[in-house]
């Protein structure tokens, strides 16, 4: 349960405001994970980051913004975003995101754009 | 494609029942399959994960059977309980050339387990 956490649980923005979300892991794994949960869809991965690289960028609009200062750390810097970008934005690590190793996730920050 | 389809999409069952959830994959090259809870508002957790030659693997009430040449999945509960409501999501994991795993995610089906 406290493997992963994830900072705020909820967030209400505007169309014009800056936020950004903070995820932590405590499981000394090296990979990291954005996924957007939206209602009644299947949960889409949005960016991967191994030691700190990105590898994965799943054509995501460039009003979302990664940043992985360290391999603990992840933060979605989120600016002028539209009122489809409200969801679920779950946070994930793994120990490696090659082969098949187990994702643990966060419970995830709710995101209301007004 | 890569796809993972889940039925029913939602089920109501009484307290103490059983019930079976369906998963219909077409992913490739398959690595595992891993059967996900998920609370409301909270992040999946894993309860399940089979490879190729794994037919069934069990965690507690929960028994996930995998039948790799139909690719077909299916989770059981047994004698559900209250705090069982939730999602429960199939995943099913395929390794890319590149040695990165992708994984393929259903939509879920939304369990309530009624008094």
């Known amino acids: ?114 | 494609k890569n796809q993972v389809e889940q039925s029913p999409q939602s089920l109501i069952i009484l307290e103490g029942k059983n019930c079976t959830l369906q998963c219909n994959y077409t992913v490739s090259p398959f690595s595992n399959l891993r059967w996900y809870k998920q609370d409301t508002g909270r992040g999946p957790v894993s309860l399940t994960i089979m490879t190729f030659s794994e037919n069934t693997k069990s965690n507690g009430r929960y028994t996930a059977t995998l039948d790799a040449d139909t690719k077909q999945s299916s989770l059981h509960i047994t004698a559900s309980q209250l705090s069982d409501s939730a999602s429960y999501i199939c995943v099913v994991s395929a390794v890319m050339n590149t040695g990165f795993q992708k994984l393929v995610f259903g939509t879920g089906t939304r369990l309530l387990v009624s008094p």
């Open chain 1, 1 to 114: 349960e406290t493997g992963v956490t994830q900072t705020p649980r909820h967030l209400v923005m505007g169309m014009t405001n800056k936020k950004s979300l903070k995820c932590e892991q405590h499981l000394g794994h090296n990979a990291m994970y954005w996924y957007k949960q939206s209602a009644k869809k299947p949960l889409e991965l949005m960016f991967v980051y191994n030691f700190k690289e990105q590898t994965e960028n799943n054509s995501v609009p460039s009003r979302f913004s990664p940043e992985c200062p360290n391999s603990s750390h992840l933060f979605l810097h989120l600016h002028t975003l539209q009122p489809e970008d409200s969801a679920l934005y779950l946070c994930a690590s793994s120990q490696d995101p090659r082969g098949a190793y187990e994702q643990y996730f966060g419970p995830g920050t709710r995101l209301t754009v007004t």
